[in-house]
């Protein structure tokens, strides 16, 4: 390891910019007032490509793009398309959940059924733990997986569209670009060797204009 080696930080694009090469995410340095290649940055060339891209130039390429959507549709109709789909969104999300409790209930009930066998002596004490068991694992992961998809549920919520015209305006006003509005915005930045910069958004830039 190098002496005085920065420690990578978090910043506007963490967690949004990868790299094309080996799909890492790219680090922030304050040194460069950019990001690199995580996979290099840690590991060196064996690992990956030197390269890196400024945040200032992402956060204008966003910026103008934004500008761009903004002088060839109304912004009302931009934020009506994003509605829809937060709310188709949150229609699967809604069926996902009943689909998740459905399920839970099915494997309880089969639990109490289970029970009566054994009572019944119709099943033998082995055979009861081992589909106890079955069941109480197929329970839990369907309980992790109703708890994840009902925290991450948050970004989804209609109520924020409010919020995001708000957002929206400050950026064609001029403003910096916020972490707010970037996720909401952009789904994922990659970036290659070469310094191409491919952005892809949340909604389909065609659809929009």
Known sequence: KGVGRQKPQ??????????????????????????????????????????????????????????????????HDILKKIQNKAKQQQQKIENKIKRLNHDMQVYKQRKSKLLDYFIDEKISKPDYDQKIQEY??????????????????????????????KELNEVLQFSN???????????????????????HYNFSTHSLM
């Open 136 to 165: 109480d694992a197929k329970i839990q992961a369907l309980g992790k997986e109703l708890f994840d998809i009902t925290n991450s549920n948050n970004s989804n919520d209609i109520d924020t569209i409010d919020f995001l015209k």
């Open 10 to 75: 978090k910043h506007l694009f963490t967690n949004i910019l990868y790299c094309k090469e080996c799909g890492k995410s790219l680090w922030y340095l304050n040194s460069i007032e950019g990001y690199v290649c995580g996979n290099y940055y840690k590991h060196g060339k064996i690992a990956c490509s030197q390269h890196k891209v400024v945040e200032a130039e992402l956060e204008n390429i966003i910026l103008n793009d934004v500008k761009t959507f903004a002088k060839k549709v109304n912004s």
């Open 177 to 199: 670009l916020t972490k707010n509005l970037l996720n909401r915005l952009v789904n994922k930045i990659v970036v290659s060797e070469s310094g191409e910069v491919v952005i």
